[in-house]
T-cell receptor, first 112, second 113 residues
Framework: SQKIEQNSEALNIQEGKTATLTCNYT??????LQWYRQDPGRGPVFLLL?????KEKRKERLKVTFDTTLKQSLFHITASQPADSATYLC???????????FGTGTKLQVIP | KAGVTQTPRYLIKTRGQQVTLSCSPI?????VSWYQQTPGQGLQFLFE???????NKGNFPGRFSGRQFSNSRSEMNVSTLELGDSALYLC????????????FGPGTRLTVT
């Protein structure tokens, strides 16, 4: 069956360090993979989208990699700040009119 | 540009009742998707509408239905409410559809008693 797993429910890191979040999937062939940030009581906010033919994408302190052989995406936040504390969700889409499926999220806590 | 708006923000209903939630997408966006979010199941896709047509549907019972109007505003209806329908209902709008950048509204918190 199809499955999306985000490495852990919670991740604590020290301010200034790089946070690395993992999204693994099975039985999907996604054309796109997206990352969202969600703060408590609010809707998710789009961060980055990476296509299957792209290996890496960057936006300011954020970097996403996409390895279709390993069926894995890594999401990095460099020089992390307490304001980066939130839940991060990955989402897969198989292209065309296929529905988008979200992972359960990783709650990141950046400790000052 | 105004963001995605959802009304009402909070709702309390009793079992057996029905409820209608509303979503106004970002101007110019023709795709509206609905999601249910619960602590146990995470964010689950309900359906997507694009230019008034349902384009995709998730694995929810027929009690969950939706529609989209010519101005792209969308409504979601849940009939015969059950306790398990208590959740945060989110809508997201997109210029090109679900597989692209989606903008989420703040959600409607539905509590069924």
């Amino acid at each position: 069956s199809q499955k999306i797993e985000q490495n852990s429910e919670a991740l604590n890191i020290q301010e200034g360090k790089t946070a690395t979040l993992t999204c693994n999937y099975t039985n999907y062939s996604p054309a796109y993979l997206q990352w969202y940030r969600q703060d408590p009581g609010r809707g998710p906010v789009f961060l980055l989208l990476i296509r299957e033919n792209e290996k890496e994408k960057r936006k300011e302190r954020l970097k996403v990699t996409f390895d279709t052989t390993l069926k894995q995406s890594l999401f990095h936040i460099t020089a992390s700040q307490p304001a980066d504390s939130a839940t991060y969700l990955c989402a897969l889409d198989s292209g065309g009119y296929q529905k988008v499926t979200f992972g359960t999220g990783t709650k990141l806590q950046v400790i000052p | 540009k105004a963001g995605v708006t959802q009304t009402p923000r909070y709702l309390i209903k009793t079992r057996g009742q029905q409820v209608t939630l509303s979503c106004s997408p970002i101007s110019g966006h023709r795709s509206v998707s609905w999601y249910q979010q619960t602590p146990g199941q995470g964010l689950q896709f309900l359906f997507e509408y694009f230019s008034e047509t349902q384009r995709n549907k998730g694995n929810f019972p027929g009690r969950f239905s939706g529609r989209q109007f010519s101005n792209s505003r969308s409504e979601m209806n849940v009939s015969t409410l059950e306790l398990g329908d208590s959740a945060l209902y989110l809508c997201a709008s997109s210029l090109r559809g679900q597989g692209h950048e989606q903008y989420f509204g703040p959600g409607t918190r539905l509590t069924v008693t």
